[in-house]
């Protein structure tokens, strides 16, 4: 397959600021400020995810925004700056006042195609040491409003049952700040998402190995209340004066520095289990 030149991206160095939302994943992702856009440790395996031509559009739609690539200088620990490769991607979380966050990793399989016997057993080892291996899912991290992010401990400690509590806390912000209908509002969409994903993901012939969901919704009763419950608040004219683009929640599929696109190989079986269990966890949320 030809490979394609991925777009430079020229970045204003005084806007990039550390990424307070990072919640899970290999440190380093910066937050370009103002623009909509992060920017994370270049993978190679990950840009070639992105930037391939057999992706269609449709599971696109689920995947953050790719801008391209570019070269950022950072202090290193002597204080000598250090210049690394990044990819440009969108920030899932730009716009939302009280953000509350979520990273689940998807798939019981964490080991990528072609490694070593090492590491195979010591990822499946680490798939048995969490829900991975028997829901195919595993919280990562997660973070809302008001608290620290959760210990990234206690999340690979979670158990099925305790991963309830954990949604129930992730969840609770919603209802405390908003309602208790604007909190099934948010579970009823993530699982509508979650599910459309899962249809698309039926359709496509790859393989994403040690992938997550990134689950972002708004605990803001102020922006939710401009967005939804006060439409009276607009201009005579109808018009708005407020130039947030409205979205309360987010879903995206992240993380692709172990996935692949195999033409002929069918869909990835062991992600979609994932899905489906997830889809079910959170309908069971929906009971509480």
């Known amino acids: 397959m030809p490979e394609r030149e991925s777009k430079r991206i020229v970045l204003d160095a005084s806007k990039v600021r550390e990424f307070d939302f990072q919640v899970a994943g290999h440190p380093g992702v910066l937050e370009v400020e103002g623009d ?3 920017i994370k440790p270049l ?19 689920f995947m953050p925004l790719f801008y ?8 290193t620990s002597s204080g000598s700056p250090e210049k690394k490769k990044y990819l440009c991607l969108g920030n899932l979380i730009h716009g939302f006042k009280e953000p509350c966050v979520m990273d689940i990793k998807v798939g019981s399989r964490l080991y990528d195609i072609g490694v070593t016997a090492e590491k195979r057993r010591s990822r499946i080892e680490a798939a048995n040491a969490t829900t991975a291996s028997t829901l195919g899912i595993f919280i990562m991290g997660m973070r809302v409003h008001g608290q620290p992010a959760a210990d990234l401990q ?6 099925p049952t305790t991963m309830m509590d954990a949604l129930d806390m992730y969840f609770a912000p919603a209802e405390q700040h908003v309602s208790a209908e604007y909190r099934r509002q948010v579970v ?13 993901l039926e359709q496509c012939e790859t393989r994403m190995y040690s992938g997550s969901l990134l689950l972002v919704y708004e605990a803001s009763k102020e922006r939710y209340e401009a967005l939804v419950a006060k439409p009276d608040a607009d201009n005579e004219d109808g018009s708005s004066d407020s130039d947030d683009d409205g979205v309360l929640i987010n879903m995206r599929a992240i993380d692709f520095a172990h996935s692949h696109w195999i033409p002929g190989q069918g869909c990835d079986d062991l992600y979609l289990a994932g899905l489906s269990n997830l889809i ?9």
């Open 280 to 288: 079910k966890i959170l309908g069971t949320t929906l009971q509480k």
């Open 188 to 200: 009823e969409q993530f699982i509508k998402e979650i599910s459309e994903l899962k249809a698309v």
């Open 68 to 75: 391209g690539t570019v070269e950022h200088a950072r202090a």
């Open 154 to 159: 206690w999340c690979r400690d979670l158990t």
């Open 36 to 38: 909509g856009m992060i």
């Open 43 to 61: 993978d190679q395996r990950e840009l070639e995810f992105y930037e391939c031509p057999g992706i269609p559009s449709e599971l696109r739609s």
